[in-house]
C-alpha cells in the first residue's frame, strides 16, 4: 500500500502565509497601539531639548565655581601657613595684636591667647577673600 | 579669552531659553502632522521587534524625540520615515542589550494571559510565539516587508545591511517562520 506523501509548500505558498500572518498581526498590533497625542509628545521634547541646552550651559558654571573654590581653599591655607610660619620666627607682631586685642576687649581674656590670634586673622583674610570673590562673580561690570 | 562673566551671560541666555522655543529639526506643525501619520505603526514595529508593549511604550517618544534632534537633512518624507525607523532599530538593539529579557519562552508573557476574546486569538498567540522564537533582526526584516511593505533597499538602510543581501536574508526569515508555524503551513 502506497502511503500518502506530504506535499511540501511552494516558495510562494511560504510567502503568501507569512505575508498574511505578519499583515494580520500588523492590524492587531495597530489596533493595540494608543500613542501618546502628538501635541505631549511635542511637549516634552521641548521640555527634554530646553533641560538638556541648559545643562550644557550650566557645565562650564560649574566648573568655574570648583576652580574657584579650590584657589580659595589653596589662598587660604598658603595664609595659613605663612602665618604660622612668621609667627614661630617672630611673636613681636603676634603680641601686638594679642595686646590690642586686649585693650580693645578687655573682658575677654581668653583673646588674649596667640593661637585665637591667628584664627581671627586667617577669618578676616578669609572674609576679605570672600567679598573679593563675591564682588567678581556678581557684578555684571 | 572667555571670561568668568562671559561664561555667566551664556548661562544667562541659556536660562532664558526656558521662556523660548529651542531649535527642533522640524517646526510643531509638521512633526505633529508626520507623527500622527507614523506613530501607530511605529509602535507596531517597536512592540513587535522587541516583543514588549512596555518597552514599545518607552521607545516610542525617544525615538521621535531623536528624530527631532538629528541634523540630518531629510530628502523626502521616505527618507524621514527610513532614519525613524533605523533609530527604533537601534533602540531596540541597545535595550536588548540591557539586563531586562523581552521574551518569556519566545513570547511575551502578556500575551499568554490576555483574555482571548476574539475566535482568531489563538492563532494569533501562534504567530506572535512563532515570531518571537526568530532571530531579532528577522522579526525587523519580515515586519519591514509585509507589515510595513518596506522595498529591499529601505530594509537595508533601516537594518544597516546591504541591499543585495536581504533577499536571501528574508528568505531564511520567511522559511524559519513558515517552520514555526508548521501546523498551519501544512494545512
Not at chain 1, 613681636?92 to 583673646?111: E, F, I, K, N, R
Request: with cysteine.
Amino acid at each position: 500500500m502506497k502511503t500518502p506523501t506530504r506535499v511540501q509548500p511552494t516558495d510562494a505558498e511560504i510567502e503568501a502565509i507569512v505575508a498574511d500572518a505578519i499583515a494580520q498581526e500588523a492590524a492587531c498590533a495597530g489596533s493595540e497601539a494608543q500613542p501618546p497625542s502628538s501635541a505631549i509628545v511635542w511637549w516634552r521634547a521641548q521640555m527634554r531639548a530646553r533641560q538638556e541646552a541648559t545643562q550644557l550651559a550650566e557645565k562650564p558654571i560649574t566648573i568655574v565655581h570648583a576652580l574657584s573654590i579650590a584657589a580659595g581653599i589653596g589662598l587660604m591655607l598658603s595664609v595659613v601657613g605663612y602665618v604660622a610660619a612668621v609667627m614661630k620666627g617672630s611673636r613681636g607682631w603676634l603680641a601686638t595684636v594679642t595686646d590690642l586685642a586686649a585693650a580693645a576687649v578687655p573682658s575677654m581674656p581668653a583673646l588674649t591667647s596667640p593661637w585665637v590670634a591667628v584664627t581671627l586673622t586667617a577669618m578676616l583674610v578669609s572674609a576679605l577673600i570672600a567679598s573679593i570673590a563675591a564682588f567678581v562673580i556678581f557684578s555684571d561690570e | 579669552m572667555t571670561t568668568y562673566l562671559d561664561v555667566r551671560r551664556l548661562h544667562g541666555d541659556a536660562l532664558e531659553a526656558d521662556t523660548a522655543d529651542v531649535a527642533l529639526a522640524m517646526d510643531e506643525d509638521a512633526f505633529r502632522a508626520f507623527y500622527d501619520r507614523t506613530s501607530r505603526a511605529l509602535w507596531g514595529y517597536l512592540s513587535r521587534t522587541s516583543g514588549d508593549r512596555q518597552v514599545a511604550d518607552d521607545l516610542l517618544q525617544e525615538c521621535y524625540y531623536r528624530l527631532l534632534k538629528s541634523a540630518v537633512p531629510f530628502e523626502s518624507e521616505a527618507h524621514r520615515r527610513n532614519y525613524l525607523y533605523r533609530i527604533a532599530t537601534n533602540l531596540v538593539r541597545d535595550t536588548r542589550r540591557g539586563t531586562r529579557p523581552l521574551f518569556a519562552d519566545g513570547v511575551e508573557v502578556a500575551d499568554l494571559e490576555a483574555p482571548q476574546a476574539h475566535a482568531d486569538a489563538a492563532e494569533r498567540a501562534d504567530v506572535r510565539r512563532a515570531m518571537g522564537r526568530l532571530k531579532p533582526r528577522e522579526r525587523a526584516l519580515l515586519w519591514l516587508a509585509y507589515a510595513q511593505g518596506s522595498s529591499h533597499s529601505e530594509i537595508a538602510d533601516v537594518l544597516g545591511l546591504k541591499t543585495g543581501s536581504i533577499k536571501l536574508l528574508l528568505f531564511r526569515a520567511r522559511r524559519k517562520l513558515a517552520a514555526l508555524l508548521a501546523p498551519k503551513v501544512s494545512s
